[in-house]
């Protein structure tokens, strides 16, 4: 099994498993493409998509060496990061000041986005992945109050 195979079982099927779990640590793996997840995602609107998961280190694999210079792998970690709604952290540069360097700012707008609590102001569309379940209402960002 590739490392490409592995990272898609661990991120659907462990989540399930453990719904609590924040982080997963894959650093290492030797993780070739992020490929399969974008396939799974867009494919399948049955898959199990963790609510809880804030923490995808893929570091040191080489799915996450020139993301902003590779469309496809931009394309999968942005499906990726859009469908994980809390996840905000995918590898040590998304802290740093100079993410931009590293990843689009594309990317490091959503990472923000999702950080800062994407899933609280969207609300999580359950309908998608679950199609049997209610969308939850929640508030809309114009029923915050403005700042001070």
Known sequence: MDGGNRFETVLFQIPQIYSALYCLNLRYNDIKSTQVVFNRIKNDANCFISKSLSVLCLEDNPCSINIKK???????????LK???NLFYIDSYTMREDAPEYFDSDVVKLLHANHAGRSIIEGADE???NPSRKRKRTASASSFPTGM
């Open 70 to 80: 590779d469309r496809k792998k931009k394309a999968a970690i942005l499906t990726i």
């Open 83 to 85: 469908t994980f709604k």
């Open 127 to 129: 309908t998608k992945h």
